[in-house]
């Protein structure tokens, strides 16, 4: 279906026989799904973009008597709640997702960590995943699936914060390496995957590796479920083909009056309307794990910018000096510029610190308040000011 | 405050000694009680073999395990950016008339705790508020208060 150069497809929520998908994954050696994973290009669709088959690889490739299968469900990025709507509509391929994915790497165990937010879906998931169990058991899968809560903590999103969480401790990162491959939860190598990234997987076994490349471009294979939110008349989720501009998807979604389109949520990049037919929402533009907000022009961006910072502040865990200093001093300077206590010079040295912060912080969090921060003050510099 | 009474072991027996069961427990420990006292903290501690201190350092990190006294109906209204657009401001307001409260604390008789919090995930149905589990989207001033207007009933 064509619309404003917009592919609209339907993988994720597609109906299909789980048990049926299942069997036949059963069935596949463990070098052939990971195989069908590498050749069809699927990345990481919580937003940092890793090949799936990739991680699936070097997690198999670990010697191990334990290894798990973790299910990123801790969706925070502001903008983005498509996992939720996945969870909440096709739990069973979210589960065969991991099921599958223990299969090729070895795996007997996997945990979904899903944020505190969403416990509200919990009774119905614990049904559907009583159901899910008993149908891989028939099949012959060696699975078992638990599910752990978040309690309220952005960071845990960060895998090895998830990782520490699990373990019943505060949400801290970890340094890295050794990477989850080879220690992740329970330091025993661990492949942890988006509930996306978890339900693509199972439909590339579904549809052949073939038909997926199909779709998107050479940098982003496939369709990806965007978070759509903001200034719009359609809020909502919507699954496109990857390898748009943001101009097409303003065209689809905006209000007519759109000036800026936040990609990526807070940790992501603003677009200003200048640069909106030339920048592809992808991995070779713009990167987003879903989140797309719309801004027309009765907004202040200073007001987005402090919001996110806001944002931040109370979301960096602490541990590392760049970001736990970095983000305050970055909301208080920006305050002091807009009131006129600091020259607007100084946004100039904000920026180094945002830069710093990138270069020194211990995460992916710290590292990434620059992107929102330096694509809005350059882009819309005298919305901060004045 | 409540008594914790047996509830801290029966929850120790049911998830397990380890370590890694502390936040489920102190979970659970909030489920029924809305946030976590000293004694509870200490009681976990006990139960696990590890310090109080470690527990009320994991406790506070998280913003859901709350170690300050919480009413029965925590309301967390989203503040980020797409429900701050689209009027969490007068959600609050009605809020706090309502309630005869500010953001952060809690109604005399214990009912209500009235807090706001970080990006829910509902943000195409913004604004958005949680009270205790449960999601409330795509509200207004009337909406809420017909809302909160059936908890003060219960």
Redesign the interface.
């Known amino acids: 279906m064509e619309n404003n150069g917009l592919n609209k497809v339907d993988l994720i929520f597609e109906k299909i026989d789980a048990k049926q998908v299942l069997s036949k994954a059963f069935k596949m050696s463990n070098a052939d799904i990971i195989q069908n994973m590498l050749d069809s290009g699927l990345k990481g669709r919580g937003g940092a973009g890793f090949p799936t088959g990739l991680k699936w690889k070097y997690t198999a490739a670990e010697k191990s008597a334990e290894k798990y299968i973790v299910c990123n469900a801790d969706e925070g990025e502001p903008g983005t709640f498509k996992d939720r709507e996945i969870l909440d509509r096709v739990s069973v391929k979210v589960h065969g997702g991991m099921a599958i994915a223990g299969k090729a790497i070895g795996a007997k165990t996997g945990i979904v960590y899903l944020r505190g937010e969403y416990r509200y879906l919990l009774p119905k998931l614990m049904i559907e995943l009583d159901a899910f169990h008993r149908m891989i058991h028939e099949i012959g899968f060696d699975f078992n699936i638990q599910y752990r809560m978040g309690s309220g903590a952005y960071i845990c999103g960060e895998e090895s914060a998830l990782f520490e969480s699990i373990e019943g401790k505060r949400g801290e990162p970890r340094n890295k390496p050794p990477y989850p491959t080879v220690s992740g939860v329970f330091e025993k190598p661990t492949s942890i995957n988006n509930v996306e990234t978890l339900v693509t997987a199972m439909m590339i076994i579904f549809h052949g590796s073939k038909n997926f490349t199909q779709y998107g471009t050479k940098d982003s294979r496939g369709s990806k479920v965007f978070s759509v939110s903001g200034d719009t008349p359609t809020p909502g989720i919507f699954e496109l083909e990857l390898g748009m501009t943001v101009q097409q998807f303003v065209n689809e979604f905006g209000d007519g009056d759109t000036k800026a389109v936040q990609v990526g949520g807070a940790s992501g990049f603003c677009v200003p309307r200048k640069k909106f037919a030339e920048t592809i929402i992808g991995f070779e533009g713009v990167p987003t794990g879903g989140s797309m907000k719309l801004f027309n022009s009765s907004r202040s961006m200073y007001n987005v910018l402090h919001n996110y910072l806001d944002f931040f502040a109370e979301e960096s865990c602490g541990q590392c000096t760049p970001c736990r200093v970095g983000c305050q001093q970055l909301l208080k300077g920006v305050e002091k510029v807009k009131k006129g206590e600091s020259k607007s010079t100084y946004l100039s040295e904000l920026v180094k610190l945002a830069d710093t912060m990138k270069i020194a912080a211990k995460c992916g969090l710290g590292q990434s308040v620059g992107n929102a921060f330096k694509s809005i003050v350059s882009n819309f510099k005298e919305e901060i000011i004045y | 405050m409540y008594q914790v009474g047996n509830l801290v072991k029966e929850l120790s027996d049911k998830h397990g000694h ?7 427990i ?2 659970d420990i ?1 489920q029924k009680h809305n946030y976590l006292t000293d004694e509870a903290m200490v009681e976990v501690a006990k139960e696990l073999d590890i310090s109080a201190a470690e527990v009320y ?2 406790a506070s ?5 709350d170690t300050q006294v919480r009413g029965k109906y925590v309301i967390r209204v989203c ?4 429900c ?2 689209k009027g969490k401001s007068d959600i609050i307001h009605t809020l706090e008339d309502i309630l005869k409260i500010k953001v952060g604390e809690t109604t005399a008789d214990r009912q209500f705790s009235l807090i706001e ?10 604004p958005a508020v ?1 009270i205790n ?3 409330y989207t795509e509200l207004t001033p009337e909406k809420i208060s017909d809302i909160i207007k059936d908890y003060m009933k219960k």
């Not at chain 2, 380890?18 to 489920?24: D, S, T």
């Not at chain 2, 990190?61 to 395990?65: Q, R």
């Open positions: 380890a370590r890694e069961n502390l936040i489920p102190l979970q909030v350092g994991t990190f998280y913003t859901f395990l503040k980020t950016i797409t701050s657009m919090t970080n990006c829910i995930g509902w943000c195409h149905k913004a949680l589990d449960m999601p």
